[in-house]
T-cell receptor, first 111, second 115 residues
Framework: GENVEQHPSTLSVQEGDSAVIKCTYSDSASNYFPWYKQELGKRPQLIIDIRSNVGEKKDQRIAVTLNKTAKHFSLHITETQPEDSAVYFCAAHNQGGKLIFGQGTELSVKP | DSGVTQTPKHLITATGQRVTLRCSPRSGDLSVYWYQQSLDQGLQFLIQYYNGEERAKGNILERFSAQQFPDLHSELNLSSLELGDSALYFC??????????????FGEGSRLTVL
């Protein structure tokens, strides 16, 4: 069945450093790859997404890259700030309508 | 505020009992998704509805059922509850039809505790 693997499960960086979170997916028919941020005790919220016809997308300090051949996509956060601390989830959407999430990465940005 | 309303916010019940979680999607959204988030777990996809019809099913237990009503609100029914069912249950809605892609707007979740 569909599966999304996300690494690392925890990530600690110093303020100002970059953070990278990686995901792989199993369903080659997946065509949409969003990233959600969930702050402690809050609901997940979309921060960026990428579709299968694009290799890279950037929005200020965050960027996402997609390698369809390798079935791999990554989230890059530059110049991290303490308010970036949260759990980040990648997801893959297949044509069957399922949006499958990875297990999450707990990012901690130390001042 | 995402515009997605979930009730109740918290629910404590005993093993063997049955509960119903309710979700009202954003105005105009036809798709409703249910996810389960257990401690230290990701978001497990349960089921999706579009305009009243079931469109996609995940690893939803047979003890669980859901439906979407004509007014587009959805209910998730959990029966014969077990300790392991304790989790945060999220509802999300989307404006796009099933099979297409777009942002999911999550509710605040219903935290279920089974004692």
């Amino acid at each position: 069945g569909e599966n999304v693997e996300q690494h690392p499960s925890t990530l600690s960086v110093q303020e100002g450093d970059s953070a990278v979170i990686k995901c792989t997916y199993s369903d080659s028919a997946s065509n949409y790859f969003p990233w959600y941020k969930q702050e402690l005790g809050k609901r997940p919220q979309l921060i960026i997404d990428i579709r299968s016809n694009v290799g890279e997308k950037k929005d200020q300090r965050i960027a996402v890259t997609l390698n369809k051949t390798a079935k791999h996509f990554s989230l890059h956060i530059t110049e991290t700030q303490p308010e970036d601390s949260a759990v980040y989830f990648c997801a893959a959407h297949n044509q069957g309508g399922k949006l499958i999430f990875g297990q999450g990465t707990e990012l901690s940005v130390k001042p | 505020d995402s515009g997605v309303t979930q009730t109740p916010k918290h629910l404590i019940t005993a093993t063997g009992q049955r509960v119903t979680l309710r979700c009202s999607p954003r105005s105009g959204d036809l798709s409703v998704y249910w996810y389960q988030q257990s401690l230290d777990q990701g978001l497990q996809f349960l089921i999706q509805y579009y305009n009243g019809e079931e469109r996609a099913k995940g690893n939803i237990l047979e003890r669980f059922s859901a439906q979407q009503f004509p007014d587009l609100h959805s209910e998730l029914n959990l029966s014969s509850l077990e300790l392991g069912d304790s989790a945060l249950y999220f509802c999300a809605s989307s404006v796009v039809p099933a099979g297409n892609t777009g942002e999911l707007f999550f509710g605040e979740g219903s935290r279920l505790t089974v004692l």
